[in-house]
């Protein structure tokens, strides 16, 4: 079955660690998303990445680190510099990243800072 | 700054009667549309999209409507289904954003048996 896997489902984290979310594709995408679900609003942009090796900024990417060693993987590392950790991490690839391309999604991570 | 915006919370819809879902926009650049349904603790799921050539896409009881001189576009559900019940989100990506995808708020969809 293709699709995308989030890792793990729930996560808790005490207030000062770094945490890291995982990400896993087998689609053979070559774009991938991290985006952020907070209650009563629309998901935000942290960091995407259009190729191996390669990833930009989005709209929220402060307090966020990623990396994009492999095709099929795209980590996010959610630091202590992040301010208000708290939320739904969803994880998304798209074929190419263009604008005509629609984006699947995996079945995101909530992240709980006690 | 807000670009993309659904201003109904919610949506209440009998079983069988028609589903309008509605989303604004202010970004002139935006030349593709979608529309995705989410179920609490999951993840999005494609339903439907629109480029901005054109004004209507049909797919089985989903019809989006896009109305570029007003910054509009529609998401129709007929006939409406409990299984239907939902979030749902309108998303919008420019020309030269690499896909980047920018979501409106979304609106809660209850369709009632």
């Known amino acids: 079955d293709g699709g995308i896997t989030q890792s793990p489902k729930y996560l808790f984290r005490k207030e000062g660690q770094n945490v890291t979310l995982s990400c896993e594709q087998n689609?053979?995408?070559?774009?991938m998303y991290w985006y952020r679900q907070d209650p009563g609003q629309g998901l935000r942009l942290i960091y995407y990445?259009?190729?191996?090796?390669?990833?930009q900024k989005g709209d929220i990417a402060e307090g966020y680190s990623v990396s994009r060693e492999k095709k099929e993987s795209f980590p996010l590392t959610v630091t202590s510099a992040q301010k208000n950790p708290t939320a739904f991490y969803l994880c998304?690839?798209?074929?190419?990243?263009?604008?005509?391309?629609?984006?699947?999604f995996g079945p995101g991570t909530r992240l709980t800072v006690l | 700054d807000q670009q993309v915006k659904q201003n109904s919370p919610s949506l209440s819809v009998q079983e069988g009667r028609i589903s309008i879902l509605n989303c604004d926009y202010t970004n002139s650049m935006f030349d593709y549309f979608l529309w995705y349904k989410k179920y609490p603790a999951e993840g999005p799921t494609f339903l439907i999209s629109i480029s901005s050539i054109k004004d209507k896409n049909e797919d089985g009881r989903f019809t989006v409507f896009l109305n570029k001189s007003a910054k509009h576009l529609s998401l129709h559900i007929v006939p409406s289904q409990p299984g239907d019940s939902a979030v749902y989100f309108c998303?919008?990506?420019?020309?030269?954003?690499?896909?980047?995808?920018?979501f409106g708020q979304g609106t809660i969809l209850t369709v009632h048996p």
């Open positions: 990445s259009q190729i191996v090796n390669d990833f």
């Open positions: 998303a919008a990506s420019a020309i030269n954003s690499y896909g980047k995808l920018t």
């Open positions: 998304a690839s798209s074929i190419v990243a263009g604008s005509m391309n629609e984006q699947f």
């Open positions: 689609l053979n995408h070559d774009a």
